[in-house]
């Protein structure tokens, strides 16, 4: 069974900090995303990283592919309190099929 | 373009009642997803479906749940009879088949309370 570790599972912070949210496994994946979700909604595909060491960027957030592909991170730059929600990441396994094994989420509130 | 659509968005029932969740992909979509999502579990992958045929539904809880998918554009969960804890978010996304990355597109939810 392919588990994702995210952390931390909470994050409270002040506007125009910066974070990192984590997203760690001992498996590989063939893919990984993120997704985020905000109360009320389902999750929203943010990006989808696929190449070892790969670096994407979203505006203010940057995320990265481990170069194992066992793992990722997000980063976030001057955090809005329009970044609140769950934070989720979902592995693609190699010999998974279609299923996505996601992490449990990071919730980050963004103070004003 | 519209995204994934499910009804009904809340559903408040009594133990032991049948409860049937509905679900429309987005049109071209090869692959459909039922998830279950809680406090406690986190997000649970319950089926999925490829070109309307089940292919793992290995995260279904027990008999009491089931899933069609008669056409391209439809799909039921239907729970028979429904438990207090079956209380959950209930999740429908879709997929394109676009090589081996599975980019899901999820619909809003619906509610699920069992009294």
Known sequence: TQLLEQSPQFLSIQEGENLTVYCNSSSVFSSLQWYRQEPGEGPVLLVTVVTGGEVKKLKRLTFQFGDARKDSSLHITAAQPGDTGLYLCAGAGETSGSRLTFGEGTQLTVNP | ?115
Not at chain 2, 31 to 57: A, C, H, K, S
Not at chain 2, 98 to 106: I, L, T, W
């Open chain 2, 1 to 115: 373009d519209a995204g994934v659509i499910q009804s009904p968005r809340h559903e408040v029932t009594e133990m032991g009642q049948e409860v049937t969740l509905r679900c429309k992909p987005i049109s071209g979509h090869d692959y459909l997803f039922w998830y279950r999502q809680t406090m406690m579990r986190g997000l649970e992958l319950l089926i999925y479906f490829n070109n309307n045929v089940p292919i793992d539904d290995s995260g279904m809880p027990e008999d009491r749940f089931s899933a069609k998918m008669p056409n391209a554009s439809f799909s039921t969960l239907k729970i028979q009879p429904s438990e207090p804890r079956d209380s959950a978010v209930y999740f429908c996304a879709s997929s394109p088949h676009s090589g081996g990355v599975r980019e899901q597109y999820f619909g809003p939810g619906t509610r699920l309370t069992v009294t």
